[in-house]
């Protein structure tokens, strides 16, 4: 059984060959993410404070602590190499033309068929040719916004009974930051935005209520991005107390996205003030308690209590001269692209190729599946929700899928999978994380499944399993 990789999805792909020599290199740790991995090391010993007895590993060596943004540790850990679309590589994959916007007076480059391009790429990859249609607004294609130098362009959209995808295209006319990009060479480039549609009675709801903030693509060239938004509606009837109903065969959207923004490549953000570390230092002293990792071991709980409460004293003071530090994105840790964009377009619902099976089968536990939506490109899973436990679903062979839960939804990619039959586990969320996960992507795995398939470990653990098997 060979396991399935991410990588898979860039098959086909005019970057492919490019972007697998690259993650097969060796990188060092950039001594930015190195800081800010020390500081959310250090932010976990400072939140223990409020936590008796927390015995949380901590490094109290000042020198290279730097301030990170809460959110992008997470982010940093993963997103270690340098966008490698170049013009020369990314312009040649795609036909452009250009369109004279009469509001802002300007020729801009627009890619015609975004999906047709990108389509094999992307994190929900398949064949999109026909399915997605060209943006419309009152009859009219292609909608285009400026502001603040910065031209935003809907291109196409895609809509199942289950999720909306958009293209997009982004042109600056300043060069785009340099930013992170994750692990598969794409840059980690997010939006804030919200949604309206008119099908319900919410107005304005914040587009992470059903949507992934990251933008899905590729650097065109130095001003040029264009990628893929998702937003998953079976959630966002859920979150608007719509539960059970469809979305309307036609309605109209409303987007507004007020920033675009990355995680700068150049570190930016003020350093430890050093009266603030001096004062941490001396208070250290006065309790008699020492400042290297070794002392920190031999700190008594009451010791160590101390400890956090200075640590957070002297943090608390470093973000009172800095409050910028505590907001996502900030100056400091992020480039900012400013709208706003505000955009209406009219939405056909596709149901082309769609499997919609109602399942119903909830055990005594309030664990199990609601429904389930095959579409083109992604499986659905509607469930009862519950923070404890943790879904998995394995293919026709076995394989585990790739794929992202948001509240009660449960969603995989069915790129490179045999989705003919899939399996659905939950476990207990941390036995999975300590103990299951790691069966399946050990080193060893073809050689252990001799002996017992992660299936089997799986139907020996689980706590609910359903098999589903689609009828195509």
Request: glycine share 6%; hydrophobic share 35%.
């Amino acid at each position: 059984m060979n396991k399935l990789l991410k990588t898979s999805q860039l098959e086909d792909t005019q970057l492919d060959g490019k972007i697998k020599e690259t993650l097969n290199n060796t990188f060092p740790l950039p001594k930015r993410v190195a800081n800010a991995q020390n500081e959310a090391f250090a932010k976990v010993r400072s939140m223990a404070a409020n936590q008796k007895g927390n015995e949380a590993q901590h490094t109290l060596s000042l020198s290279t602590q730097e301030a990170a943004p809460k959110k992008n540790f997470q982010k940093i850990k993963t997103v270690l190499l340098r966008s490698l679309a170049g013009a020369g590589v990314a312009a040649a994959a795609f036909f452009c033309i250009y369109m004279t916007n009469a509001t802002v007076c300007a020729q801009v480059p627009i890619l015609k068929r975004i999906f047709d391009e990108l389509g094999n790429s992307l994190n929900f990859a398949g064949d999109y040719t026909n399915l997605a249609e060209p943006v419309k607004n009152s009859g009219k294609e292609l909608e285009s916004i400026t502001a603040n130098g910065t031209t935003l362009t809907l291109s196409e959209v895609y809509c199942n009974e289950s999720t909306l995808y958009l293209s997009l295209v982004l042109h600056s006319e300043e060069k785009i930051p340099d930013t992170y990009t994750n692990e598969y060479g794409k840059p980690v480039i997010e939006l804030d935005a919200s949604v309206d549609f008119d099908f319900d009675k919410e107005e304005n709801i914040h587009w992470l209520n059903g949507g992934d903030s990251y933008l899905d693509g590729i650097m065109i060239d130095d001003n040029t991005f264009a990628g893929v938004i998702r937003f998953e509606l079976g959630q966002y009837l859920t979150y608007t107390g719509m539960t059970g109903e469809k979305v309307p065969q036609n309605f109209r959207a409303k987007l507004s996205i007020e920033k675009i923004f990355g995680t700068k490549l150049e570190d930016t953000r003020p350093e430890m003030p050093a009266e603030l570390r001096q004062n941490y230092e001396a208070a250290m002293e006065e309790n008699g308690l020492g400042l290297s990792e070794e002392d920190y071991e031999q700190f008594t709980a009451e010791q160590k209590d101390i400890e956090h409460q200075l640590f957070n004293d002297m943090w608390n003071a470093y973000y009172e001269l800095y409050p910028d530090r505590q907001t996502y994105p900030n100056k400091y840790d992020n480039w900012i692209l400013q709208g706003p964009w505000n955009f209406a377009f009219e939405v056909a619902r596709n149901d082309r190729d769609i499997i919609h099976m109602d399942i119903n089968d909830v055990n005594e536990n309030g664990l199990g599946i609601l429904s389930v939506t095959k579409t083109p490109v992604e499986i659905s899973l509607e469930m009862e929700q519950n923070l404890d436990y943790f879904t998995v679903i394995l293919d026709a062979n076995g394989t585990l899928m790739d794929g992202n839960a948001t509240g009660n939804h449960n969603t995989a990619s069915i790129s490179g999978y045999d989705t003919s039959k899939i399996d659905v586990y939950i476990c207990d969320y941390i036995e999975y994380m300590d103990e299951l996960k790691g069966y399946w992507w050990s080193d060893d795995y073809e050689e252990k499944a001799q002996e017992k398939t992660f299936k089997q470990l799986l139907d020996e653990r689980c706590v609910y399993h359903r098999e589903i098997t689609f009828d195509e």
